[in-house]
């Protein structure tokens, strides 16, 4: 099968179970807040793209921050198919086509990065989800990479978590593409558009690993936090 056929087909997949979807959350909406929506969307999202999923570790159900390394788009059907989260993004996010209607129906936490003078709404609106018991994924890397190495993970949102709430745990994760990371990783200044094409039509299955790591000791301090996280996540990925 071509690049061509295989992406025309991908594509037609993901619309029509997006529409089934949208179909069966505005029914269950009916009947209670319809988060099995989200997740069955985000996990059979991921198949059709090709990603396999191997899951090692214990998500913890909920009342969490998951703190993640940021490698591809494909990171969200990943750990959201997985463990059923909202996810803390940029804002402009919710511009974008398709993507932002998903991101506002999945509940996701919409912050604006670029100003440093909303940290502390943004610290209210993560701290205001966290409340509400789901799991929520927090990519304190700010952005993707090449997939080669971890960017210095940020510590301003990790403010709401310093020491944390009271029966909130905070847990990382490492995220592993393994031979497929060099397909799938969205450098900076590669536009969505021309990533999405490469990965929706490459051949083969995406094997991708997600470990579920053992949750942090409270911690006061929002950088050592960030330091403590980054340190598990980067041992978990050297051994994969």
Same mark, same amino acid.
């Given at each position: 099968?071509?690049?061509?056929i295989?992406?025309?087909?991908?594509v037609?997949?993901?619309?029509? +179970?997006?529409?089934?979807?949208?179909?069966?959350?505005?029914?269950?909406?009916?009947?209670? *807040?319809?988060?099995?929506?989200?997740?069955?969307?985000?996990?059979?999202?991921?198949?059709?793209i090709?990603?396999?999923l191997?899951?090692?570790?214990?998500p +913890?159900?909920?009342?969490?921050?998951?703190?993640?390394?940021h490698?591809?788009?494909?990171?969200i059907?990943?750990i959201?198919?997985?463990a059923?989260?909202?996810?803390? &993004?940029?804002? !402009?996010?919710?511009?974008?086509?398709?993507?932002?209607?998903?991101a506002?129906?999945?509940?996701?936490?919409?912050? !604006?990065? /670029? %100003?440093?003078?909303?940290?502390?709404g /943004?610290?209210?609106?993560?701290?205001?989800?966290? &409340?509400?018991?789901?799991?929520?994924?927090?990519?304190? !890397?700010g952005?993707?990479?090449?997939?080669?190495?971890?960017? *210095?993970?940020?510590?301003?949102?990790?403010?709401t978590?310093?020491?944390?709430?009271?029966?909130?745990?905070? /847990?990382?994760?490492?995220?592993?593409?393994?031979?497929?990371?060099?397909?799938?990783?969205?450098?900076?200044?590669? %536009?969505?558009?021309?990533?999405?094409?490469?990965?929706?039509?490459?051949?083969?299955?995406?094997?991708?690993?997600?470990?579920?790591? *053992?949750?942090?000791?409270?911690?006061?301090?929002?950088k050592? +936090?960030?330091?403590?996280?980054?340190?598990?996540?980067a041992?978990?990925l050297?051994?994969?």
């Amino acid at each position: 099968m071509s690049r061509k056929i295989r992406t025309g087909w991908r594509v037609g997949l993901l619309l029509g +179970l997006l529409l089934v979807c949208l179909v069966g959350y505005g029914v269950s909406r009916l009947f209670g *807040p319809g988060h099995w929506w989200k997740r069955t969307f985000l996990h059979r999202a991921g198949g059709i793209i090709g990603l396999d999923l191997r899951i090692e570790g214990t998500p +913890l159900p909920n009342n969490v921050l998951l703190i993640a390394n940021h490698v591809s788009w494909l990171d969200i059907l990943a750990i959201g198919g997985a463990a059923g989260a909202r996810f803390v &993004s940029k804002a !402009e996010v919710a511009n974008w086509p398709v993507v932002g209607m998903i991101a506002r129906i999945g509940d996701t936490v919409l912050v !604006e990065r /670029q %100003s440093k003078r909303a940290v502390r709404g /943004q610290a209210d609106q993560l701290s205001a989800a966290l &409340s509400e018991g789901r799991p929520v994924v927090l990519f304190p !890397e700010g952005t993707t990479g090449d997939g080669r190495a971890l960017l *210095p993970f940020r510590p301003a949102l990790l403010a709401t978590v310093t020491p944390p709430p009271s029966g909130i745990a905070v /847990q990382p994760v490492a995220i592993d593409y393994g031979d497929a990371t060099a397909d799938v990783a969205w450098p900076d200044g590669e %536009s969505m558009g021309v990533n999405a094409a490469r990965v929706v039509g490459r051949r083969g299955r995406i094997r991708a690993t997600v470990r579920f790591l *053992p949750p942090l000791p409270p911690i006061d301090d929002r950088k050592a +936090l960030a330091a403590a996280a980054q340190a598990a996540i980067a041992e978990a990925l050297s051994g994969a």
